[in-house]
């Protein structure tokens, strides 16, 4: 009876095993497909590339189908492959949301998690914060690229990304975080120079400093709101980035007026650097997003991340909650939206 019950508990062992290297051999070829390659899907599991390899070789020799197209250069899926992948991501994400939902609050996330915010938000909300966040999940290895770039999170093996305007992407699950109002400033000795402009139609003849999109190399226009309407602004063009601390940092400079989020403004202001320009003018505001893709099995961790910078933008005084567009407004608000999937 002993030997017995002793084999019982050893096949029950084995099983359990069997099927945790199944949900890890899955794991491991929903990434690959992700990201197109075993090289980057091995980085973002933290695991030897030959491991992964040789996992997805073993399901495939399990299966008996082949799931993936290789070549020196390229990693592509096949229409099995593709099925499988499907069924994969949901199980999955059903196996996480299961663990989740029994998690307690001691249990102990560990792992990388990759993010990408705008260098403005890193600098001047996300980084000041993030003791509060370790302190909550000592264990995780945070990854932050701070950049106003387009990104491409399949392929960069991205977890999530913080932008603001409106989501034109379909691939992506958006969580709004809220909207950040916006403010017109120039420094004081450009303002010496030139004149406080007076109206709307008066910054025709001044110099602005323009943030340029990395994606398709166009400026964005100064907008402002009027009777509902937007009246975007040009003006002369002679001086554009692509980063917006790089855009402040010649409106401090004296070199044109900038449009820029009010905390920042604010912050500039109160050192003196900025003055506001036409404060009494309203300006839209630019929602602010957390995205993440949505057919990618969603960790813990991600979700960790995303419900503690939900918590930490609520709280912050540098983001109003959400407020629904006026009517007749368009809805795409890109200026700080820089996401290519």
Aim: net charge neutral.
């Amino acid at each position: 009876m002993a030997g017995g019950a002793g084999r019982i508990k050893h096949l029950g062992h084995t099983r359990r095993a069997g099927l945790m290297d199944r949900f890890d051999t899955m794991l491991a070829f929903t990434r690959v497909v992700e990201l197109s390659s075993f090289t980057k899907a091995a980085v973002s599991l933290n695991l030897p590339k030959a491991t992964v390899s040789a996992q997805v070789l073993s399901l495939e020799k399990r299966l008996r189908v082949k799931l993936l197209h290789r070549t020196t250069r390229h990693v592509s899926v096949t229409a099995d492959g593709a099925a499988y992948y499907e069924r994969a991501i949901r199980l999955l994400t059903e196996l996480d949301e299961t663990e989740a939902s029994i998690t307690n609050a001691t249990t102990t996330l560990k792992g990388r998690l990759r993010v990408d915010v705008p260098g403005s938000i890193g600098q001047r909300i996300l980084i000041p914060a993030l003791d509060a966040f370790f302190a909550r999940y000592p264990e995780i290895e945070l990854e932050v690229g701070c950049t106003d770039r387009p990104v491409d999170l399949l392929h960069e093996g991205i977890d999530c990304v913080i932008r603001g305007g409106e989501v034109v992407d379909e691939s992506l699950i958006a969580r709004r975080l809220g909207d950040m109002p916006l403010a017109t400033c120039a420094s004081p000795a450009y303002i010496a120079k030139y004149g406080m402009p007076a109206s709307i139609a008066d910054l025709e003849r001044h110099r602005l400093v323009h943030m340029f999109s990395s994606r398709t190399g166009k400026n964005f226009t100064f907008d402002f709101l009027v009777n509902g309407e937007i009246i975007p602004i040009l003006g002369r063009q002679y001086l554009s980035f692509n980063d917006l601390e790089a855009c402040v940092a010649a409106g401090i400079a004296g070199l044109g007026l900038v449009q820029m989020p009010l905390f920042m403004a604010q912050e500039e202001a109160a050192e003196g650097k900025l003055v506001m320009v036409l404060p009494d003018i309203e300006i839209d505001t630019v929602p602010l997003h957390v995205l993440y893709l949505q057919n990618r099995h969603l960790s813990t961790k991600v979700r960790a991340f995303v419900e503690w910078v939900a918590e930490l933008m609520a709280s912050s005084t540098y983001v109003l909650p959400r407020v629904a567009p006026a009517p007749g407004l368009p809805q795409d608000r890109s200026r700080l939206l820089q996401v290519s999937v």
